[in-house]
């Protein structure tokens, strides 16, 4: 089992359409999450992070948090064509010196 | 405040050959991490460095290497390059030693290694 698995996608939404992106992780006691956006030819640049059970907002973001269920999501609301990259979920372990662990990565096309 | 510097931004090699990656993180930053990213496998850990120790280390042979000097920049070493080492290595940087609520990654440009 990978320690952080995502829907490898691609997912595409029209614009102006809520894009779902979601995580499980394996790791119980893992207390920091992320979220970073990829562009095609670049590197992933931090977007959202998370720690605490429920939702945090930020502009068209919001990342939310269910660590009984192992479980990270992020919800993006009025989705722009610029939002179309790949995403990528990012768990903090407990183990092995703290590393963080990749999920493989969610592709979103956004249809103008 | 500078971000994460790597270079060289690409490089092409041959099999056999050898290639050393560099990274300079951000100012303050003591933690330096790096990553090979492949089409097929996504973001694989190769090894952590923090006070120019090695702190953690994914499951790569040998033949990949690091080390960290006393201003934090950070070096990669490949040696005997195979064709599958072809990929995208990307260095991020992190404070460190802060609580778990401000260890957040923060990645360079990347450098993109092509072995022929």
């Known amino acids: 089992q990978k320690e952080v698995e995502q829907n490898s996608g691609p997912l595409s939404v029209p614009e102006g359409a809520i894009a779902s992106l979601n995580c499980t992780y394996s790791d119980r006691g893992s207390q920091s999450f992320f979220w970073y956006r990829q562009y095609s030819g670049k590197s992933p640049e931090l977007i959202m992070s998370?720690?605490?059970?429920g939702d945090k907002e930020d502009g068209r973001f919001t990342a939310q948090l269910n660590k009984a269920s192992q479980y990270v999501s992020l919800l993006i609301r009025d989705s722009q064509p610029s939002d179309s990259a790949t995403y990528l979920c990012a768990v903090r372990g407990t183990t092995t010196g703290n590393q963080f662990y990749f999920g493989t990565g969610t592709s979103l096309t956004v249809i103008p | 405040k500078a971000g994460v510097t790597q270079t060289p931004r690409y490089l092409i090699k041959t099999r056999g050959q050898q290639v050393t990656l560099s990274c300079s993180p951000i100012?303050?930053?003591?933690?330096v991490s790096w990553y090979q990213q492949t089409p097929g496998q996504g973001l694989q850990f190769l090894f952590e460095y923090f006070s120019e120790t090695q702190r953690n280390k994914g499951n790569f042979p040998g033949r990949f290497s690091g080390r960290q000097f006393s201003n934090s920049r950070s070096e990669m070493n490949v040696s005997t390059l195979e064709l599958g080492d072809s990929a995208l290595y990307l260095c991020a940087s992190s404070p460190g030693a802060g609580t778990a609520t401000n260890e957040k990654l923060f990645f360079g440009s990347g450098t993109q290694l092509s072995v022929l």
């Open positions: 100012s303050g930053h003591r933690s």
């Open positions: 998370i720690y605490s059970n």
